[in-house]
């Protein structure tokens, strides 16, 4: 037997306290629980609490949005103690033994568990989680936690509704933009709270919903809420932004979305709950937009991760996703991120960008866009090297879309951002292990099965493992053409990560024989490099002619030299042929195939 106190989030005071019987008992909003919780995101069984000899456990019944204990994701976890503080949605619960039905005035003690370190004692005796008087559920058959949701007509607040609205804060006359700040963070969690009370009354089908019919569903509720509310709102809350910040929260990634929709933000950066930074025109400047607190992050990246397949717990606490745009996502969470869940993510232009386009910007020449499209075309192996943030993938994406229509395709990503224009295309994404540690699927597994599928084209994201000697190999067996990215300062460093990466693979190959393999398949390496105004630039593009005692040779065709800084701190310099022919553009002439050799000059 076993006591269960409720509380919701935010709110000190308890609104239900259940007793379970039984060894067993099931939370939900189901009917048959005997906890029953309202809300759109709690499953109908959404956890169980049992006890055994050792104390009381809690297990997660496999629910999208998940089960915490002490604020990190459980599938399993216990024996549970009275400070444990249990999290399902919007709701807190504490649990704790009764050996025996107490007598009046009596605290009740686990007689063989009684050390504090031990599974813990009657919750409703707790003085930290004192129970509410008259709300003990003496019938063995009851149906659970009374419903938070209003049982009258939706539209109306519940009958204890308005002294939980009620502002709680005084004005700091000394900072009164913080505490405006802090006034309106309060408000937005009671009405988000609210919503979620009236999108569950009104049984709201979200599961069937599209995005959009939800977001606006969500929309009419939270005006009917906030008109509700009247004059109770005070005259300093903008009602329309307040309105946006919790539909942003409920149906969306909180204050993400606001960022996430200005074009001119190129990356976000959540480094702790209250502290959001972007990077606009290259430089990154500090916003003003925060969550409300450490969960409401983890929720977010949940929201994104979720629909992947892909999971972030204590037990894997860093992930690598996308959103739809194709906008990469990686998200690392305690007891990794010592200040807090922390979130980065680099948008995509929802205009795809060309050449022509990069030509505009200054980050290449109108002669090496001629020649990487021949090199293309002509199905030479593409190496692009660059650090984080240089511009790799876009890249990537323009010379992809220079393959002819005709053939066939096959792209191996670790999270999905290549957006090619080609109609025959196979898109393979590695895949994470599952809570047991098995299931996972490797970059390398990806690009050893897709030699099976009869690809024209190999396009690998990232080489950044054993992976490189497979690509090597794919290079050297039939599969010309095929193209990817690796992280390198330079054309030189870029070969000698490859040698590094092909030894990652586990085979002990010599030296000699991992130089003829990286010079026999890569034909091109084309270097991007991240200026300090931000700017980004083709800074070499080489041709690799070969192995010469025991030394990779490369020719370097085009370069990028940097003459200065204007008096906006802008970089300047020019684009330079350096008067080598690659060998293969000689090739083509003997052939009979007219080239341009005049962007060479």
């Not at 309060?186 to 979200?206: A, G, K, P, S």
């Not at 005692?549 to 065709?557: A, C, E, K, T, Y």
């Not at 085009?558 to 022919?581: P, R």
Request: with cysteine; proline share 5%; glycine share 6%.
């Amino acid at each position: 037997m076993f006591d269960i106190i409720i509380k919701e989030e935010d709110i000190d005071e308890a609104i239900a306290h259940v007793r379970c019987k039984g060894a067993r008992c099931t939370i939900g909003k189901g009917r048959n629980n005997l906890v029953r919780l309202k809300g759109w995101r709690i499953g109908d069984i959404h956890a169980e609490l049992f006890e055994d000899e050792k104390g009381l456990y809690i297990e997660d019944k496999g629910t999208r949005m998940g089960t915490r204990v002490n604020k990190s994701r459980i599938q399993h976890y216990g024996p549970l103690r009275s400070s444990d503080t249990i999290q399902i949605d919007v709701y807190r619960l504490f649990v704790g033994i009764v050996e025996e039905e107490p007598e009046e005035g009596s605290q009740t003690r686990n007689e063989d568990e009684g050390s504090e370190s031990d599974p813990a004692v009657e919750a409703a005796s707790s003085t930290e989680e004192p129970a509410l008087p008259n709300e003990t559920q003496d019938d063995a058959t009851s149906v659970g936690v009374p419903a938070p949701a209003p049982t009258s007509a939706p539209s109306e607040a519940p009958s204890d509704a308005e002294p939980r609205l009620k502002s709680v804060l005084s004005w700091d006359e000394d900072d009164p933009e913080e505490a405006a700040r802090a006034e309106r963070q309060l408000w937005r969690n009671r009405i988000h709270l609210q919503l979620l009370r009236m999108m569950d009354v009104r049984r709201t089908e979200v599961e069937s919903m599209d995005e959009e019919a939800l977001r606006e569903q969500a929309r009419r509720l939270i005006v009917e809420i906030i008109d509700d509310i009247g004059d109770r709102l005070p005259e300093v809350i903008d009602r329309v932004q307040l309105t946006n910040d919790v539909l942003n929260e409920a149906v969306g990634l909180g204050p993400l979305e606001e960022l996430i929709a200005d074009d001119s933000i190129t990356e976000i950066m959540v480094n702790r709950p209250d502290q959001i930074y972007v990077e606009r025109n290259g430089r990154l400047e500090e916003t003003k937009v925060e969550f409300s607190n450490d969960d409401a992050v983890v929720f977010a990246i949940e929201r994104i991760v979720a629909p992947l397949g892909r999971r972030i717990d204590e037990s894997s606490p860093m992930v690598d996703a996308r959103l739809k745009d194709g906008s990469r996502v990686n998200a690392v969470i305690p007891p990794l991120a010592l200040r807090g869940p922390s979130i980065t993510i680099r948008k995509f232009s929802k205009n795809k960008l060309t050449a022509a386009d990069l030509v505009r910007l200054d980050a290449l020449s109108p002669e090496m866009v001629d020649f990487l499209e021949v090199a293309v075309k002509e199905r030479k192996n593409i190496v692009i090297s660059g650090g984080t943030g240089s511009g790799k993938t876009t890249f990537l994406n323009i010379l992809s879309n220079f393959i002819p229509h005709r053939e066939r395709i096959v792209t191996v990503e670790d999270a999905a951002e290549l957006m090619l224009n080609q109609p025959h295309i196979v898109g393979l994404e590695s895949r994470p292990p599952n809570l047991e540690g098995k299931g996972a699927i490797t970059i390398r597994d990806l690009v050893r099965n897709c030699l099976r599928m009869r690809p024209d084209r190999i396009v690998v994201g990232e080489c950044r493992g054993g992976e490189a000697l497979d690509m090597l190999q794919a290079m050297n067996t039939g599969h010309d053409g095929s193209l990817t990215t690796v992280h390198a300062n330079s054309p030189r460093d870029s070969i000698s990560r490859l040698e590094v990466m092909v030894m990652m693979a586990g085979m002990e190959l010599p030296s000699a024989a991992i130089r003829e393999q990286v010079a026999s398949a890569v034909d091109i390496i084309v270097q991007q490099s991240r200026f300090s105004d931000g700017s980004r630039r083709i800074t070499h593009v080489c041709e690799v002619t070969g192995v010469e005692g025991n030394v990779i040779q490369m020719q370097d065709i085009f370069l990028y030299k940097q003459s200065g800084l204007d008096s906006e701190g802008k970089v300047f310099g020019a684009f330079e042929a350096t008067g080598q022919i690659p060998e293969f553009y000689e090739d083509l002439r003997n052939r009979g195939i007219e080239v341009d050799m005049g962007i060479f000059s």
